[in-house]
């Protein structure tokens, strides 16, 4: 079957960096996206990998390596703003998008 | 209207009853979906259509029906809603066209079946 999978829960501090993991299992691969989305609201695209690597955009970046079904979200420099749910989504060979359940990250002061 | 509006807000709506859940985009995408979140489960999609004209089964497409009748409206309709069928319910759109692209959501409706 298809599966990712992502921590539920993850605090840290603010001005701090934290990695979110990802980690998936689908019937092909044409891609991984990172979505943030605040509670109460729409979730926001943030990033997307298809080739192994990091990506990097602002304080946002991802990694991905397809060998080992594995990405990961790296926030540097958190502010209070980025508390939120961070989801992972896997392209599959039907084009279809199949979503980990999110983690949400607190930020503390 | 700027990307993908959704109405109504919120709903509560008895057993029993049928409801359209209605979403409407301006960004010309070919591509539209409709996702439920529930707590503790990533998105779930119900159906989705690749183009005017054409809709196709998600995951979890029971209790659920869609048409796309035009480029802009994706309207999901529930026959006979069931409590089961509470849950925050988003629709997406994207470009299909371009290959594997990001979607862009709509604010949710968030619906409750009593």
């Known amino acids: 079957g298809q599966n990712i999978d992502q921590p539920t829960e993850m605090t840290a501090t603010e001005g701090a960096i934290v990695q979110i993991n990802c980690t998936y299992q689908?019937?092909?691969?044409?891609?991984l996206f990172w979505y943030q989305q605040h509670a109460g609201e729409a979730p926001t695209f943030l990033s997307y990998?298809?080739l192994d690597g990091l990506e990097e955009k602002g304080r946002f970046s991802s990694f991905l390596s397809r060998s080992k079904g594995y990405s990961y979200l790296l926030l540097k420099e958190l502010q209070m703003k980025d508390s939120a749910s961070y989801l992972c989504?896997?392209?599959?060979?039907?084009?279809?998008?199949?979503w980990g359940a999110g983690t949400k990250l607190i930020i503390k002061p | 209207i700027a990307g993908i509006t959704q109405a109504p807000t919120s709903q509560i709506l008895a057993a029993g009853r049928r409801m359209t859940l209605r979403c409407t985009q301006d960004?010309?995408?070919?591509?539209m979906y409709w996702y439920r979140q529930d707590l503790g489960l990533g998105l779930r999609l119900i159906h989705y259509?690749?183009?005017?004209?054409?809709?196709g089964k998600g995951e979890v497409p029971d209790g659920y029906s869609v048409s796309r009748a035009n480029t802009d409206d994706f309207p999901l309709t529930l026959a006979s809603a069931v409590p089961s069928q509470t849950s925050v319910y988003f629709c997406?759109?994207?470009?299909?066209?371009?290959?594997?692209?990001?979607?862009?959501f709509g604010p949710g409706t968030r619906l409750t079946v009593l």
């Open positions: 990998n298809v």
């Open positions: 960004m010309r995408h070919n591509a």
């Open positions: 989504a896997v392209m599959d060979s039907n084009y279809q998008l199949i």
């Open positions: 997406a759109s994207s470009d299909g066209d371009r290959g594997p692209t990001e979607q862009f």
């Open positions: 689908t019937s092909g691969f044409n891609g």
């Open positions: 259509s690749n183009t005017a004209g054409t809709t």
